[in-house]
C-alpha cells in the first residue's frame, strides 16, 4: 500500500471516507480485495487479503523477507 496519484489506468473506491486506487489490470487478477483496520497486541495498522498468491518463503500483509 502506497500513497500515489490517480491516473486513467486506475480502478478507483471510496469506502467509509477513504480513498483506494489498484490498477485496472491488476484488480481484474486480485479480487476480491478486502482492507481493514486491525488492533492488535503487536499494535495496528491496515490488513489487505486478496485471492493473490503469496511467493513462497515472502509476503503478508504485515512480515517482511530475510
Request: charged share 30%.
Amino acid at each position: 500500500m502506497a500513497l500515489d496519484e490517480s491516473n486513467e489506468s486506475d480502478e478507483i473506491f471510496t469506502r467509509n471516507g477513504l480513498t483506494f486506487m489498484i490498477e485496472k489490470a491488476l484488480y481484474e487478477d486480485v479480487k476480491p480485495i478486502k482492507v481493514d483496520f486491525i488492533e492488535t497486541s503487536r499494535g495496528s495498522g491496515y490488513s489487505i487479503e486478496s485471492r493473490l498468491q503469496k511467493a513462497d518463503g515472502c509476503g503478508g500483509c504485515s512480515g517482511s523477507c530475510g
